[in-house]
């Protein structure tokens, strides 16, 4: 004999039914390194991880997904991708320095890849280590894809460059996958070839001394690839950035940061370039030569994109340089582009360097170089000598908070209000921050949690005490051991899930 579903039954189901559609509903994707091209770091939809329990009892390490090589770029994230012959599933992308990318279920552990594509054609390798050099300095084995990829999401493209060795040449390559399948799409793959032509001489882009460390950029339909060198300086590398349709792939632009010279690299630890919301285009060098309006070393510089043109529009340089230069306190990191901000300079970024000192920058009017200045860059909006740490990690911004994350250092807490940056932190935390560069998330202004990898430890703070909740350390059996990471690796934290690369996989913490 059935039964009528009583009342109390059907509101229970519907209520479950509504929680589900509202959860798949309120997933976000993670399509760029940091979440936004502002590369702020902040994850500001996250619902299910908070302070509350973010701590050794309901948070650990959940699975693992081995992969062919090290992972060092961050994670992206697309919920609800449809896969042929396998469903609907939430998916996660990463790519390898064995010229690899996989996507893997995200939520699932011990399960076969959705798709994995090899970039490896017949005759062709990753570069060995022994060729690329500067492994004593990078600690990698082979370089094949090193930086973070893009997602489209509107037209289902995920865009990576690898680097490979095909009988002795080095070549790079730009790929642009189907995120449902993994292959190639419509024009894809091309070489990248570069010329920039300044001072009437013409200079060419050189495969064997560059790589593409900083992740790549998508911005109002461009797809804007940077590079640095090798890993340490030589005399042949210089920084350049090249732009494309990214529906097209067709060249748009290119610019090289020591056209006559060497060195200025793009590197920013693996951190892309960024852009404001008018679409310029940001990015900070490393030491070498400065001569104004041409050369670059230890600048911020700004580009415009005016159809298939690339143009620089502004940059700054500091005035101590030399200094810096003979030091090797490269600017490293990627410019932090702020929030329309109260009072006379709306327009607001904050660059850093190895030294640790903060420079707030108008970008509607960076300040070049001052060379009459003798004890601080007076043309800026801020200039907070050495408040960052040496060899802070990428800025962060959330809340109306900056924060840094120098080796060594605290993890620091710096309040933003009218548009200017305190010179004292309100919180710190109680041990030294390491090399990677951290991730927030928060749901809003709420439940914020920053995560950072200190030495070989996954570590929690609460984001507005900055008081330690969780370190993959704490557990003495080993259960949460984060396996060894490469050199600058990332991590990302999505939809109740952590992921970050390591040498041999990807691993992934949440609630038990």
């Known amino acids: 004999m059935s039964r009528r579903p009583s009342l109390v039954s059907v509101m229970r189901a519907f209520a479950v039914l509504f929680f589900l559609a509202t959860a798949a509903h309120s997933q976000i994707a993670v399509t760029t390194w940091h979440y936004d091209n502002a590369r702020t770091g902040a994850n500001t939809s996250e619902t299910k991880l908070t302070p509350s329990n973010v701590n050794p009892r309901s948070f650990g390490k959940l699975f693992e997904q081995v992969v062919d090589g090290a992972i060092v770029g961050q994670a992206l994230y697309l919920p609800n991708v449809t896969i042929p012959g396998a469903g609907v599933h939430n998916v996660v992308y990463v790519a390898t320095m064995h010229d690899s990318v996989y996507a893997f279920d995200a939520d699932t552990g011990g399960t076969a890849p959705l798709w994995q594509a090899s970039f490896l054609l017949p005759g062709a390798q990753p570069v060995p280590i022994a060729l690329q050099g500067c492994g004593a300095v990078t600690k990698w084995s082979e370089v094949g894809v090193l930086s973070t990829p893009v997602i489209d999401a509107a037209s289902g493209k995920l865009f990576v460059v690898a680097k490979t060795y095909e009988n002795g040449t080095y070549v790079h390559r730009l790929h642009a996958l189907d995120v449902s399948t993994g292959q190639e799409t419509t024009g894809s793959p091309i070489t990248i070839k570069a010329s920039f032509q300044s001072g009437g001489k013409q200079y060419a882009f050189r495969d064997a001394a560059h790589v593409n460390r900083p992740a790549l950029l998508l911005q109002n339909g461009y797809l804007y690839v940077a590079f640095g060198s090798n890993g340490c300086r030589s005399s042949k590398e210089e920084g350049w950035v090249v732009a494309y349709e990214s529906a097209t792939l067709k060249s748009a632009g290119v610019f090289d940061t020591e056209p006559g010279a060497s060195a200025a690299g793009i590197w920013q630890r693996g951190g892309g370039l960024s852009a404001d919301s008018d679409g310029n285009v940001y990015g900070e060098t490393a030491d070498g030569p ?70 707030v920058l108008n970008r509607d009017d960076m300040g070049h170089q001052c060379s009459t200045c003798k004890l601080g860059d007076t043309q800026i909006v801020q200039e907070l000598p050495l408040l960052a740490g040496n060899e802070t990690g990428a800025l962060l911004y959330w809340n109306n908070i900056v924060y840094t994350s120098g080796v060594s250092s605290p993890v620091s807490a710096f309040a933003l209000a009218g548009g200017q940056l305190a010179g004292v932190p309100f919180a710190e935390s109680s ?82």
């Open 290 to 359: 400065y001569k104004d309006g041409t050369n670059f070393g230890l600048s911020v510089f700004k580009l415009t994109q005016a159809g298939s043109a690339l143009s620089l529009s502004d940059w700054f340089t500091p005035y101590n340089l030399p200094y810096l230069n003979k030091k090797d306190q490269d600017l490293n990191e990627p410019l932090l582009v702020l929030p329309d901000q109260p009072g006379p300079y709306p327009h607001l970024a904050i660059a850093v360097g190895k030294e640790g000192t903060l420079y």
């Open 431 to 512: 041990r030294g921050a390491g090399q990677h560069s951290p991730v927030i998330s928060a749901n809003g202004n709420t439940s914020g949690v920053l995560w950072q990898i200190n030495g070989s430890n996954l570590t929690a703070y609460d984001a507005l005490t900055l008081q330690r909740l969780y370190t993959s350390g704490q557990d003495k059996t080993g259960r949460d051991q984060l396996p060894a990471i490469p050199h600058f690796a990332n991590l990302v934290v999505v939809n109740g899930k952590l992921y970050v690369g390591t040498n041999s996989s990807l691993a992934v913490y949440g609630l038990r």
